[in-house]
């Protein structure tokens, strides 16, 4: 599963399940490790914010270039599930 498929999986769950959503905001690394078995490195820090029509979140992605001196490193940043 593609991380875009996966990341529309998760926001479906939290448009249906008002608990998954709270949980979500309140601990994104268990709530993802419990409904659907996505284990997030310690090392990657998460942050789940919810939209309002009052309040809307603008997120500025890496550089390609950042994202090049990364991969140049031989590291990956890797979220696995099963």
């Given at each position: 599963?593609?991380?875009?498929?996966?990341?529309?999986?998760?926001?479906?769950?939290?448009?249906?399940?008002?608990?998954?959503?709270?949980?979500?905001?309140?601990?994104?690394?268990?709530?993802?490790?419990?409904?659907?078995?996505?284990?997030?490195?310690?090392?990657?820090?998460?942050?789940?914010l919810?939209?309002?029509?009052?309040?809307?979140?603008?997120?500025?992605?890496?550089?390609?270039?950042?994202?090049?001196?990364?991969?140049?490193?031989?590291?990956?940043?890797?979220?696995?599930w099963n």
């Open positions: 599963m593609s991380t875009d498929a996966l990341r529309v999986k998760i926001i479906q769950k939290a448009w249906e399940d008002a608990d998954f959503k709270a949980r979500l905001l309140a601990d994104p690394r268990s709530a993802l490790k419990q409904d659907f078995g996505i284990e997030v490195p310690e090392d990657i820090e998460l942050s789940v919810a939209e309002t029509p009052a309040h809307y979140a603008l997120v500025i992605p890496p550089q390609p270039e950042e994202m090049d001196q990364l991969k140049s490193t031989g590291a990956e940043v890797k979220f696995s």
